[in-house]
């Protein structure tokens, strides 16, 4: 059994605009895929209440917050309870430095991108946050040196 929808090439199109400028009136969506706004809004209200559009957000620069830099942070845990390993997760969420976090198959066992202001500021946070947490046992950091692309 699936839950996937079914998207035609009017709805991929819509999702690509979208993508591109989740601003975006009715009107000017309708005129970019080719349909008038009634049919336009009611593909838009299907993609909404079917949950392939799930949100709209706002895309921030992280380097207008004082965010310049961003670090990939691998973590393996030596925790094998449930307990240990929600305290973990909790506490991780919990750091607005953490803006992504990801359990993973096999190794490493959590995908962390981490954005902060410099290296000083990564090493207070390495030092402070991460080091010490229980549970964990290895932390690999992987500092960015460009961004070719992101779903941001």
């Known amino acids: 059994m699936s839950n996937e ?13 979208l993508r591109q400028d989740g ?9 970019r895929v080719g349909l008038t706004p009634p049919p336009c809004l009611r593909r838009l209200k299907r993609l909404e209440d079917t949950g392939v559009i799930s949100g709209y957000r706002a895309v921030i620069n992280p380097e207008a917050l004082g965010h310049g830099l961003e670090v990939m942070v ?8 449930l307990k240990t390993i929600e305290t973990l997760e909790e506490t991780l969420t919990s750091y607005e430095e953490v803006i ?19 290296h000083a500021a990564y090493s ?29």
């Open 5 to 17: 929808v079914s998207l035609d090439a009017i709805d991929r199109d819509i999702l690509f605009h």
């Open 23 to 31: 601003r975006l009136t009715n009107v000017e969506l309708a005129k």
């Open 74 to 81: 691998d973590i393996e845990v030596s925790a094998n309870d």
């Open 100 to 118: 992504e976090l990801r359990r993973m198959f096999g190794r490493p066992d959590y995908f962390l991108r981490v954005v902060v202001a410099d």
């Open 124 to 152: 207070a946070f390495l030092t402070n946050r991460l080091t010490g947490l229980p549970g964990i046992l290895r932390v690999e950091s992987h500092l960015t040196m460009k961004t070719v692309k992101s779903a941001d």
